[in-house]
């Protein structure tokens, strides 16, 4: 049994208590700290489950580790705090918003702090698929990527598996945009009387020192929005991937096409792409208190929250940004 208590009582707490709830054979949720007496009442009513407002509660009931689930803006300071508890801490991503923060998160890592970063992009069923496809070699070598799924930190974990590039130097550069569009959904409503606002849209293109290149394009609600979908292609010296489609060469050098399926390991529990990748998390969690295997390392967690600070430096006038060795969070 694998136990956690969770601080922050947002949505994305919930996630880890949807989990708990269909997977108890697995995980205990021991509690959920809030900031408030009404919104504690309210979810402990909701959801059946222990919360409080009172740290030291937490502490009583000895979890094998904390989730910080708090605002970004607060996330540094909270996954320090409990640290500072001796607790092992999950923080959801991104882990810091600043340079500085990062470089002392990479310094308390180093120094042995039991932190890890609850990225779970590459974890979702169908993007593990794909990068099982690409290290396969199906494709020849990976040369490019356009991807239009996800933003900042996230998008730089997917792209450096399906591109396969490691952490290699590399540049960005781009524009912002600001572009029309209706108002579909927010987080909580479905909206219906058609207003047209203006969004942030993005476009960077990333250029890896092998000679990759990423072709990134977001715009601000299109994890809601729903009439934005969203697009991923890679291209490979014998294929290319097309969302769901393949594209390749096979042995005799005859082209083929065929759909991409995939498996949830977690479909008898009923859950999402998003939460089966955090149940991932969660059994990886306990494995790296176990046996220090990280579950998305520590460099590569502070490269992306980094690259994530020099991708929203661009705004409308082109911006060119370098990551180096001399840049380095992590050395």
């Not at 208590?17 to 205990?28: S, T």
């Not at 933003?151 to 450096?160: K, L």
């Not at 990280?294 to 661009?314: C, F, G, H, R």
């Not at 082109?318 to 990551?323: A, S």
């Amino acid at each position: 049994m694998i136990r956690f208590a969770i601080i922050g009582s947002g949505w994305r707490s919930l996630f880890y208590v949807r989990i708990a709830k269909a997977m108890p054979d697995h995980f205990e949720m021991c509690a959920l700290l809030c900031r408030t007496k009404e919104k504690a009442d309210k979810l402990a009513d909701e959801y059946q489950i222990y919360t409080t407002c009172n740290e030291a509660d937490i502490v009583a009931t000895k979890p094998d580790f904390i989730i910080s689930a708090v605002s970004k803006a607060n996330m540094y300071d909270t996954c320090i705090h409990w640290l500072s508890f001796g607790f092992p801490v999950l923080s959801e991503t991104p882990i810091a918003l600043e340079r500085k923060a990062l470089e002392n998160v990479w310094d308390m890592c180093q120094n042995g702090a039991k932190l890890q970063v609850a990225e779970q992009y590459f974890l979702y069923p169908f993007n593990r698929k794909i990068i099982n496809l690409v290290e396969s070699g199906i494709i020849g070598t990976p040369v490019s990527i356009t991807i239009s799924a996800m933003h900042d930190y996230h998008a730089t974990s997917i792209i450096r598996q399906m591109l396969q590039v490691g952490l290699e130097d590399l540049t960005i550069s781009g524009k912002k945009f600001m572009v029309p569009v209706t108002d579909t959904k927010t987080r909580y409503e479905t909206l219906t009387d058609g207003q047209v606002v203006n969004k942030e849209e993005k476009h960077l293109i990333i250029e890896y020192e092998s000679g990759k290149i990423a072709f990134y394009d977001f715009m601000s609600d299109q994890y809601r929005s729903e009439i934005r979908n969203r697009y991923l292609n890679i291209r490979g010296t014998r294929g290319e991937i097309i969302n769901d489609r393949l594209y390749y060469l096979n042995e005799d050098n005859i082209a083929c096409t065929q759909n991409i399926d995939y498996k949830n390991p977690y479909e008898k529990f009923n859950l999402t792409e998003d939460e089966s990748a955090i149940a991932a998390i969660l059994f990886g969690m306990m494995d790296y208190i176990n046996t220090g295997k990280e579950i998305y390392p520590m460099k590569e967690a502070v490269e992306d929250a980094y690259l994530s600070i020099l991708m929203n430096q661009i705004e409308h006038d082109k911006i060119t940004t370098l990551c180096s060795d001399k840049d380095r969070i992590w050395k």
